[in-house]
């Protein structure tokens, strides 16, 4: 279970000793989508989200998705503390990435209808999942680093001591325009960026380009388009 006293650090290494049960329920609740994932070459995107609760407690949302040959499952655990909502999310390379309360509060206001705060956190996962990271000097900070996402972007600082991005800031495609405008155009490299393996090399020493990818799984039938 996670506490409001745990640091991000603590609450990350919980999640990825938790995760692994996450992933099979997912794998086997959607088992159909396993078994006709797009083959290699079909750029078709299938998509599955969703909530589950394991028996530790911790609490996820997901998004699964099937394309090219590919199946991959992206986990956001969150929870609540004294004075608001966070969220993590954990991939099979890189650091985790941290949401504080402050960039769950703008997202939570615009996705919150009739009080459903689980559905609000699915549909923050589902328009977030997808990032390009990139570093940036953000406020002159040489650790700093930046998301593009579909609806904006959101900034931050990586601690390698935790082995996470803490996310501090959301910025809408107007008010980040001005700052961040620029990387908008890295968004068209995403599906290329997934065609790409990277070394494992643990991480802290992970490249950017290998953030946020989630964890891929084996699909059936995942045969050259001929």
Request: with cysteine.
């Amino acid at each position: 279970m996670i506490r409001s006293h745990m640091s991000p650090g603590q609450v990350a290494a919980a999640a990825r000793k938790d995760v692994g049960q996450l992933l099979r329920h997912v794998e086997e609740k959607h088992a159909e989508l396993v078994r006709t994932c797009p083959r290699v070459g079909d750029d078709r995107l299938l998509r599955r989200s969703g909530h589950f609760t394991t028996r530790k407690g911790l609490q996820w949302v997901y998004v699964m998705t099937a394309s090219d040959g590919r199946i991959t499952i992206h986990p956001l655990l969150w929870y609540a503390t004294t004075t608001g909502i966070c969220a993590l999310q954990v991939d099979a390379e890189g650091p985790a990435s941290f949401f504080q309360q402050h960039v769950m509060d703008r997202y939570l206001e615009r996705y919150m209808r009739q009080g459903d705060l689980r559905n609000a956190l699915r549909e923050f996962h589902l328009k977030n999942y997808d990032k390009v990271y990139l570093r940036d000097t953000y406020k002159g900070d040489d650790n700093a680093c930046a998301a593009v996402i579909d609806d904006g972007y959101v900034a931050g600082e990586l601690q390698q001591k935790g082995a996470l991005v803490y996310f501090r800031t959301f910025y809408d495609l107007v008010t980040g325009h001005r700052r961040f405008g620029e990387m908008r155009s890295a968004l068209t490299w995403r599906k290329a960026l997934y065609k790409v393996q990277f070394d494992h090399v643990g991480r802290r020493q992970a490249p950017h380009e290998a953030w946020g990818r989630g964890y891929p799984r084996p699909a059936e039938g995942s045969r050259m388009v001929v």
